[in-house]
């Protein structure tokens, strides 16, 4: 404390008198021959110059930095505060870039003035099975086992560091397994019998069916012909239950693509199909004789097609929904055509009909019946208009026409019932 009081006046006479310096206060002694009136350095201290608050403030910080400490430390120095109102320094072109730019994102999340946080390390990856290898010709590479695993019992012999087996396995519900098998699963060729009669032989990937087999299904179905994953897929033949017949494509284990499908009756298909129906174009033949050629959907004639009733009779047109519709030819055994309109199975709207005896009629069509105006031309050449109802002349010359209530123009031979689509039983 001695040496604070003491050497405080000492300093605080040396701070003034360089501000009064600064300031211009105090002159040198040249300085104050040239200007009267000039304190110089040494002369006795003057009254004290008023300052300003800011100004005042900042001297006493300065007084207060220069003591020492209590301990005899230096104090730190501080930066003068600026003044109230004051806009101080301005920033740099640096200060500005960072408060524009964002910051920069480096690997892990980081920023630059953040550190990585590293990730945690995945867990190591499990060894891969040994890969497989045919069945060894040489014995002493084979290893007898008998042990069992998860409710089943395994006989035979293993190979590739016993990840592959073959021999039988035993099920808990009494199926028998007599194959190949990888890691526990039946892969490779192998027969299989299952405890309630079926049966396969062929191909086998983790334990489904896959590539070529045969299956036997209780009740008297069957398939043979190509799997993958446990669906049928690919060529294969299907024998039904109830006698049906069908080789062909299958995908996802139903009948699709081109196929041949045949009944017990002697009904038989050829074309193609959907999800196990005919859809698109495909032939249906009748074991009574009949024939179709054209387009199906979902089951049913519906679109263009041929219809043969026997080897002089037909229909060529449209078909809707299993019926004549639309625009199409209808040829009779006799020789009768009809060529003109459908609707739902009948002659409706306009047609032109050919007679047995060589007259044509050409008009309106209602119920498979001449209706409405129409014109006669005779097998001479004579044209006789008139109106027709149910099949009848009422009006005008046709009406005066004696052939036209002889049976041939009754419109020809009744018409063949259409057939639906499904096959005869």
């Known amino acids: 404390m001695v040496k604070m009081v003491t050497t405080a006046p000492s300093l605080l006479g040396a701070a003034c008198a360089s501000l009064a310096l600064l300031c211009g206060m105090v002159a040198s002694p040249a300085q104050a021959q040239d200007k009267p009136g000039m304190r110089q350095l040494g002369d006795a201290p003057g009254p004290p110059i008023p300052l300003h608050e ?11 930095e220069d003591l020492p400490s209590a301990d005899g430390r230096p104090r730190t120095p501080r930066k003068p505060a600026s003044p109230k109102g004051a806009a101080g320094p301005l920033p740099s072109d640096a200060d500005l870039e960072r408060a524009v730019k964002p910051p920069q994102l480096l690997p892990g999340g980081a920023t630059p003035s953040t550190p990585a946080v590293a990730a945690p390390l995945p867990p190591p990856a499990p060894l891969p099975p040994p890969e497989p290898v045919p069945f060894p010709s040489d014995a002493t590479l084979l290893a007898q086992v008998a042990y069992e695993k998860e409710g089943r019992k395994f006989v035979g012999v293993e190979w590739n560091s016993g990840s592959q087996f073959k021999g039988t396995i035993h099920y808990a519900d009494g199926g028998v397994y007599d194959g190949e098998a990888r890691l526990g699963l039946r892969d490779g060729e192998g027969e299989m019998t299952y405890p309630r009669g079926g049966r396969y032989a062929g191909g086998w990937k983790g334990d489904r069916w896959h590539g070529y087999g045969r299956a036997e299904i209780p009740g008297g179905a069957a398939y043979e012909g190509e799997y993958v994953q446990g669906q049928r897929e690919g060529r294969g033949a299907y024998k039904f239950k109830d006698g049906r017949f069908y080789d062909g494509d299958w995908k996802a284990g139903r009948m699709t693509g081109f196929g041949v499908m045949t009944w017990p009756s002697g009904d038989r298909y050829e074309g193609a199909l959907r999800d196990g129906v005919r859809h698109g174009q495909g032939t249906m033949s009748w074991a009574k004789g009949w024939r179709y050629s054209g387009d199906w959907v979902r089951d049913i004639r519906h679109g263009r097609g041929r219809m043969d009733y026997s080897k002089v009779e037909s229909y060529d047109g449209d078909w809707r929904d299993d019926r004549r519709q639309g625009k199409g030819t209808y040829v009779w055994a006799t020789g009768e055509r009809y060529e003109g309109e459908w609707h739902d199975g009948q002659r409706q709207g306009q047609g032109r009909f050919r007679f047995l005896n060589g007259d044509i009629y050409e008009g309106g069509w209602q119920l498979d019946r001449r209706h409405g105006e129409g014109m006669l031309t005779t097998a001479a050449g004579k044209k006789l208009s008139g109106v ?20 041939a123009a009754s419109g020809g031979t009744a018409l063949r019932p259409e057939q639906r689509g499904k096959p005869s039983r």
């Open 54 to 64: 800011p100004a005042r403030k900042a001297r006493q910080a300065e007084q207060v």
């Open 388 to 407: 027709w109802k149910l099949d009848r002349a009422v009006a005008g010359p046709a009406a005066l026409y004696a052939p036209a209530a002889s049976s």
